[in-house]
T-cell receptor
């Protein structure tokens, strides 16, 4: 079946602009995660959605970052007033139930470059 | 919160040698420890995991060991092959937390 998809695959923007990154999880997966991957920094947790529960936003680095998940499926990560340090690969993952021991299935990522 | 340290950051071996990657964690309540492999330009994928009620788990050429007392766990790859070249991430979580990942180890296997 279809895996996790993300769009766009690459995004180049100018400092100060807003960007929106999209994630389509595997159909039926109730949990969705956003991570940021910077060179040498591993996978940095950003935000976690589980069903209809309030999202866990504990990983968002600043109030410029926000995310929503509509209808329990597609999610959008928004970065406002982008800064050069926001340049990274943004990865989305989904899992069947949100149990931490579920396998997380990752998307291909969106490479964001802020000039 | 949980903190996961991973070593080494890079590891170069000759084909056929063994490779060992080590991780330590800080939260004694953590009870689930997966390993993900990310090949160049591709997405991370789960390769093996271990839960705190076992000390070792094997799957063909890969194995993971867990020492709960010392709060560390390791990935062992035997008879390495060039296709094992990738970045490997360890992670830890307990029942009500999301995964905390280490910073990754780049494994290079030379023919």
């Amino acid at each position: 079946g279809a895996g996790v998809s993300q769009s766009p695959s690459n995004k180049v923007t100018e400092k100060g602009k807003d960007v929106e990154l999209r994630c389509d999880p595997i159909s039926g997966h109730t949990a969705l995660y956003w991570y940021r991957q910077s060179l040498g920094q591993g996978l940095e947790f950003l935000i976690y959605f589980q069903g209809n529960s309030a999202p866990d936003k504990s990983g968002l680095p600043s109030d410029r970052f926000s995310a929503e998940r509509t209808g329990g499926s597609v999610s959008t990560l928004t970065i406002q007033r982008t800064q050069q340090e926001d340049s990274a690969v943004y990865l989305c993952a989904s899992s069947p139930t949100g149990d931490p021991t579920d396998t997380q299935y990752f998307g291909p990522g969106t490479r964001l470059t802020v000039l | 919160g949980e903190n996961v340290e991973q070593h080494p950051s890079t590891l170069s071996v000759q084909e056929g040698d063994s490779a060992v990657i080590k991780c330590t964690y800080s939260d004694s309540a953590s009870n689930y420890f997966p390993w993900y492999k990310q090949e160049l330009g591709k997405r991370p994928q789960l390769i093996i995991d271990i839960r705190s009620n076992v000390g070792e788990k094997k799957d063909q050429r890969i194995a993971v060991t867990l020492n709960k007392t010392a709060k560390h766990f390791s990935l062992h790859i035997t008879e390495t092959q060039p296709e094992d070249s990738a970045v490997y991430f360890c992670a830890a979580s307990h029942g009500y937390s999301t995964l905390t990942f280490g910073k990754g180890t780049m494994l290079l296997v030379s023919p």
